[in-house]
């Protein structure tokens, strides 16, 4: 969700904020737009559409001159995608250009008090205030900073904001407060940026900023101030991983190459953390004191994290026998959840900047209870705000619709529950034990799934079932929740509507909706329950469904009995048996979207970092 680059330095700004902001486009965007300093004059060029637009617009950058600059890609909240609502926008004298991440909530009480000092709006966006705001202060006497300060200071919402001032040709000013924003040190040569892809090419040291912080920076320095204005220092980080890990390296889109890196990334996720036949989470202080007297946790969080909270609760309360509820952020955070220090809460986030989720932990932490963020992205909000944190070793996700994320969340979710459970002695240790050896082995198992004649094999049904308008995805048990993954990546990537149900649900109402020729996904994975789903797939078979089934190979006979088309993966825990379904839902949802001619990896209408309510 919008996107931000700002460079100065000696070269040409703007091929660099452009080259950036195509390292941004996975974030999802519907505009795009450059400032920079030419000639001493602020030069915008934005367009709707495509980053390729603006790149056909600028002649590939070369049209603007000069050497400081900040970029833009937009994903719309105020006012609908179009090159006028595009950022960078100009304040009304033309002084102050704006490029923002975020949603200013008081917009409309500021655009009337401005209004009614004589500024004029062009666009509607919120932003414009932004903008208009700090001419309003520098007009009234301010220094560049004090005006940016003293405009943040009025503004109620979320923001990242990068700043130009037409008196200052030499400095980009960039501040924060619930949107993400990095600065990186260059040579010669500084930026700002929302992700570390953007200006990987030029530099590995840089700076998380966080809220409140504000930082002025030209092409020889930086210096950072804290919210009231008082210089801070700050620690920049390096950054070990490539840029290749950001890139499709030879694959089609990132999508495919992300399902692909699931077995790498879930094996860097759970074997550094068995040591000695124990689950070992150094990077979390859960004393057993604590956990002996935990109640009730609380998973929340958005999307397909959600979805890997519904997975938590089947999984922790097998294995600890704790009560566990998923919800979901945008509720959870204006609900009343009875929390105390007896309840855990669980934040997962690959992002760790949804706002929603962001927002929720800050409220379970309000309320007293213990938090633990479950996140990918290192020095995110979330795992700043959070007691806890356990990362997911995913590497860059890119792509929008989440897939190596959701799989390292789910390990993250088996490590924890045998942490719990080891504390809490609710295993034998022989169970305890056989779960152990069964996670170390999974990744080679997610291996096997993405073997060149499954994929095949998946294909072939995609191309069969590509033109279905109506897909049901039915289950049992941990089978139910990895349908709902299944169906969101469907409507994420394919645009077809499906709908995901606990397979003996559908009689109570949605069967009504199967109609010859309707899709109906059928996970079957659990041998306790696979009759009992085989029924429910004879019900809608009965009533002119084709069906696709999911089982594990031991049943591949089993199945045959009931239907002609089934995918067949490998045998594990039952636990981890998601761990194996979702990656040919994946694949499948990837494929079909393919065979549609969809944007796989930047669906429309979607953002990958949702930082707006
Ligand atoms: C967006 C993404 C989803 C993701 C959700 C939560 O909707 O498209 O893939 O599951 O946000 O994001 P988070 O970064 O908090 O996991």
Same mark, same amino acid.
């Given at each position: 969700?919008?996107?931000?680059?700002?460079?100065? *330095?000696?070269? +040409? #700004?703007?091929?660099? /904020?452009? =080259? !950036?902001?195509?390292? %941004?486009?996975?974030?999802?965007?519907?505009?795009?737009?450059?400032?920079?300093?030419?000639?001493?004059?602020?030069?915008?060029?934005?367009?709707? *559409?495509?980053? +390729? #637009?603006?790149?056909? /617009?600028? =002649? !590939?950058?070369?049209? %603007?001159?000069?050497?400081?600059?900040?970029?833009?890609?937009?994903?719309?909240?105020?006012?609908?995608?179009?090159?006028?609502?595009?950022?960078?926008?100009?304040?009304?004298?033309?002084?102050?250009?704006?490029?923002?991440?975020?949603?200013?909530?008081?917009?409309?009480?500021?655009?009337?008090?401005?209004?009614?000092?004589?500024?004029?709006?062009?666009?509607?966006?919120?932003?414009?205030?932004?903008?208009?705001?700090?001419?309003?202060?520098?007009?009234?006497?301010?220094?560049?900073?004090?005006?940016?300060?003293?405009?943040?200071?009025?503004?109620?919402?979320?923001?990242?904001?990068?700043?130009?001032?037409?008196?200052?040709?030499?400095?980009?000013?960039?501040?924060?407060?619930?949107?993400?924003?990095?600065?990186?040190?260059?040579?010669?040569?500084?930026?700002?940026?929302?992700?570390?892809?953007?200006?990987?090419?030029?530099?590995?040291?840089?700076?998380?900023?966080?809220?409140?912080?504000?930082?002025?920076?030209?092409?020889?320095?930086?210096?950072?101030?804290?919210?009231?204005?008082?210089?801070?220092?700050?620690?920049?980080?390096?950054?070990?991983?490539?840029?290749?890990?950001?890139?499709?390296?030879?694959?089609?889109?990132?999508?495919?190459?992300?399902?692909?890196?699931?077995?790498?990334?879930?094996?860097?996720?759970?074997?550094?953390?068995?040591?000695?036949?124990?689950?070992?989470?150094?990077?979390?202080?859960?004393?057993?004191?604590?956990?002996?007297?935990?109640?009730?946790?609380?998973?929340?969080?958005?999307?397909?994290?959600?979805?890997?909270?519904?997975?938590?609760?089947?999984?922790?309360?097998?294995?600890?026998?704790?009560?566990?509820?998923?919800?979901?952020?945008?509720?959870?955070?204006?609900?009343?959840?009875?929390?105390?220090?007896?309840?855990?809460?669980?934040?997962?986030?690959?992002?760790?900047?949804?706002?929603?989720?962001?927002?929720?932990?800050?409220?379970?932490?309000?309320?007293?209870?213990?938090?633990?963020?479950?996140?990918?992205?290192?020095?995110?909000?979330?795992?700043?705000?959070?007691?806890?944190?356990?990362?997911?070793?995913?590497?860059?996700?890119?792509?929008?619709?989440?897939?190596?994320?959701?799989?390292?969340?789910?390990?993250?979710?088996?490590?924890?529950?045998?942490?719990?459970?080891?504390?809490?002695?609710?295993?034998?240790?022989?169970?305890?034990?056989?779960?152990?050896?069964?996670?170390?082995?999974?990744?080679?198992?997610?291996?096997?799934?993405?073997?060149?004649?499954?994929?095949?094999?998946?294909?072939?049904?995609?191309?069969?079932?590509?033109?279905?308008?109506?897909?049901?995805?039915?289950?049992?048990?941990?089978?139910?929740?990895?349908?709902?993954?299944?169906?969101?990546?469907?409507?994420?990537?394919?645009?077809?509507?499906?709908?995901?149900?606990?397979?003996?649900?559908?009689?109570?109402?949605?069967?009504?909706?199967?109609?010859?020729?309707?899709?109906?996904?059928?996970?079957?994975?659990?041998?306790?329950?696979?009759?009992?789903?085989?029924?429910?797939?004879?019900?809608?078979?009965?009533?002119?469904?084709?069906?696709?089934?999911?089982?594990?190979?031991?049943?591949?006979?089993?199945?045959?009995?009931?239907?002609?088309?089934?995918?067949?993966?490998?045998?594990?825990?039952?636990?981890?048996?998601?761990?194996?379904?979702?990656?040919?839902?994946?694949?499948?949802?990837?494929?079909?979207?393919?065979?549609?001619?969809?944007?796989?990896?930047?669906?429309?209408?979607?953002?990958?970092?949702?930082?707006?309510?």
């Amino acid at each position: 969700m919008c996107g931000i680059v700002g460079y100065v *330095g000696q070269e +040409q #700004a703007a091929p660099i /904020l452009l =080259d !950036g902001l195509s390292k %941004l486009e996975y974030r999802g965007y519907d505009s795009a737009g450059v400032c920079v300093f030419d000639e001493g004059v602020l030069k915008v060029a934005k367009a709707k *559409g495509r980053l +390729q #637009a603006l790149i056909d /617009l600028t =002649d !590939g950058g070369k049209a %603007l001159h000069g050497c400081v600059g900040i970029g833009h890609t937009r994903w719309a909240t105020h006012g609908a995608p179009s090159d006028t609502n595009s950022h960078p926008h100009m304040a009304d004298s033309g002084k102050i250009a704006v490029v923002h991440n975020g949603i200013i909530e008081n917009y409309l009480e500021l655009k009337e008090l401005l209004m009614a000092r004589g500024k004029k709006f062009h666009s509607e966006t919120d932003t414009e205030v932004v903008a208009n705001l700090i001419e309003f202060y520098y007009d009234m006497g301010c220094d560049f900073k004090d005006a940016v300060q003293k405009a943040v200071s009025r503004v109620e919402g979320s923001y990242a904001l990068g700043v130009l001032c037409r008196d200052y040709p030499d400095t980009i000013i960039g501040v924060k407060k619930d949107s993400p924003l990095i600065f990186g040190y260059g040579q010669g040569c500084n930026f700002i940026a929302s992700d570390v892809p953007a200006i990987l090419k030029y530099t590995r040291d840089v700076v998380y900023l966080n809220d409140g912080d504000l930082l002025v920076m030209d092409k020889d320095s930086v210096h950072f101030y804290d919210q009231h204005g008082e210089h801070i220092q700050k620690q920049p980080e390096h950054v070990s991983w490539e840029l290749s890990a950001a890139e499709k390296g030879g694959y089609a889109h990132f999508m495919l190459k992300e399902i692909h890196e699931q077995p790498k990334a879930v094996r860097d996720t759970i074997h550094p953390r068995i040591k000695d036949g124990r689950v070992v989470l150094d990077d979390i202080q859960l004393p057993a004191s604590y956990l002996e007297h935990l109640k009730r946790i609380y998973i929340v969080a958005c999307g397909s994290a959600y979805y890997v909270g519904i997975h938590g609760k089947y999984i922790i309360e097998n294995l600890c026998q704790v009560p566990v509820e998923p919800v979901l952020a945008s509720e959870f955070r204006y609900a009343d959840p009875v929390l105390d220090d007896t309840t855990l809460v669980v934040i997962i986030s690959q992002s760790g900047e949804t706002a929603d989720t962001l927002a929720a932990l800050r409220e379970a932490k309000r309320r007293g209870a213990r938090t633990l963020a479950i996140v990918n992205v290192v020095g995110s909000s979330i795992a700043k705000t959070a007691d806890d944190v356990l990362y997911t070793w995913a590497g860059p996700e890119i792509a929008v619709a989440t897939t190596k994320a959701f799989s390292t969340q789910l390990s993250v979710m088996y490590l924890l529950a045998l942490y719990i459970a080891q504390d809490l002695r609710t295993l034998p240790q022989a169970r305890y034990d056989q779960l152990l050896t069964d996670l170390l082995a999974l990744p080679d198992k997610i291996e096997r799934v993405i073997a060149p004649e499954t994929i095949q094999q998946i294909q072939y049904y995609a191309s069969q079932y590509f033109n279905n308008h109506d897909v049901f995805f039915i289950g049992r048990h941990l089978d139910s929740a990895t349908c709902l993954e299944g169906s969101l990546k469907l409507k994420e990537i394919a645009y077809i509507h499906s709908e995901a149900y606990a397979a003996g649900e559908l009689k109570h109402g949605p069967i009504s909706l199967i109609e010859n020729g309707t899709l109906v996904v059928a996970t079957a994975t659990n041998p306790k329950l696979f009759d009992k789903t085989m029924s429910n797939v004879k019900e809608v078979k009965a009533r002119g469904a084709d069906v696709l089934g999911i089982t594990i190979e031991d049943l591949g006979g089993e199945i045959a009995k009931t239907m002609d088309s089934a995918i067949l993966i490998p045998k594990t825990e039952l636990l981890y048996q998601p761990s194996l379904s979702v990656v040919v839902l994946q694949t499948f949802a990837y494929y079909v979207a393919l065979m549609r001619g969809c944007d796989v990896d930047k669906p429309r209408n979607l953002a990958k970092s949702v930082t707006v309510e």
